[in-house]
């Protein structure tokens, strides 16, 4: 009921409908009416109702609604089914559930805040409000040991909805972080699951700082973080965000499955921050591999020149970027 009188007030452009134009086409009375504004309200919606002329809608909601996100969704399956909550522990645990209660592909999860947000290699990953905390479910025919293609071109989805939309110096960071300037500003976790070598399913969570108050993080992250809010100096809107994200990630989903790969690569480089930078890599079990890297290979690994000239390639680890020695 509500998103039908949202569809009304939309439609009026922020001009004033009368009560009874909205209780007669929705066929509801006068309290439910009022009951469903409070309702909308209480979501954020600045909504003014005048006895004399009607109501009209002032402002939309800051909450990334379902309803806010398809209203001007372009895609043809990602998020035509969202799972929103205010709160959860995590996006990717849910969707990993609902996968495994045969949740179509494109399905998302999405929510206000985290409790319980995860990161790469274990960590936890900090989700206040005003970040875009999201999930999707693919069900991808390939290998598992081509997973990781579909991480490196979520990054690439991310990095291009950001540079399509705002003035900003965005790229990525191999193998998925995207940062703004040297700032990390969205994280991605892909989690498969895989059954007789097949996938069964892959839940990709990706995590946006947009309009997040970086000064709540702890200092350790702080530094190397940084939000689109903090960069742009004003709010953004994060259901149109997350609309242009949809697009241009079924578009390169739709890519991968036709066996276009190389060309996602080809933008994955270009997008680069780390390809002609110094680097170590810091492995798991402690281990740093240190070089110039001078390429990623059709697999995602990373390529570093070494200090004596040879080459190295580095499939996994934390790679920080550092000043030529
Ligand atoms: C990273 O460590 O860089 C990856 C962070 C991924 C965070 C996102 S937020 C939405 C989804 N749900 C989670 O619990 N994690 C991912």
Not at 239 to 247: A, G
Request: hydrophobic share 35%; proline share 3%.
């Amino acid at each position: 009921m509500q998103d039908q009188i949202l569809e009304i007030l939309y439609k009026n452009k922020g001009k004033y409908v009368s009560p009874a134009e909205i209780t007669s086409i929705l066929n509801i009375n006068q309290d439910e009416l009022e009951k469903n504004v409070a309702i909308l309200e209480e979501c954020g919606y600045i909504i003014d109702s005048s006895y004399e002329s009607g109501i009209r809608l002032i402002e939309s909601t800051h909450l990334v609604l379902p309803y806010e996100i398809k209203r001007e969704l372009k895609t043809n399956y990602i998020g035509h089914k969202i799972h929103y909550f205010s709160k959860i522990d995590s996006t990717n645990i849910a969707a990993k559930k609902l996968a495994e209660d045969g949740a179509p592909e494109g399905t998302i999860v999405i929510a206000e805040t985290q409790t319980r947000g995860r990161g790469r290699r274990g960590k936890k990953w900090i989700s206040p409000a005003g970040g875009i905390w999201m999930s999707i479910i693919l069900r991808p025919e390939i290998s598992p040991a081509e997973a990781p293609q579909l991480t490196l071109m979520t990054g690439v989805a991310v990095a291009k909805t950001i540079k399509n939309k705002f003035d900003l110096d965005v790229g990525i960071k191999w193998p998925n972080d995207i940062l703004i300037g040297s700032k990390k500003v969205c994280g991605i976790l892909t989690e498969a699951n895989a059954k007789f070598n097949t996938l069964d399913y892959v839940v990709i969570g990706i995590g946006i700082d947009a309009n997040v108050a970086t000064e709540s993080f702890p200092s350790d992250i702080r530094i190397n973080a940084t939000s689109l809010k903090k960069e742009l100096g004003e709010e953004i809107n994060g259901s149109e965000l997350i609309q242009d994200f949809l697009k241009i990630f079924e578009d390169n989903y739709d890519a991968l499955k036709k066996g276009q790969f190389p060309e996602i690569l080809v933008e994955w480089r270009k997008l680069s921050k780390t390809i002609g930078s110094y680097v170590e890599v810091h492995k798991q079990g402690g281990k740093i591999v240190k070089g110039e890297a001078i390429g990623i290979n059709k697999d995602g690994a990373l390529i570093l020149e070494r200090e004596n000239g040879n080459l190295r390639k580095v499939i996994s680890g934390e790679c920080l970027h550092r000043e030529k020695p």
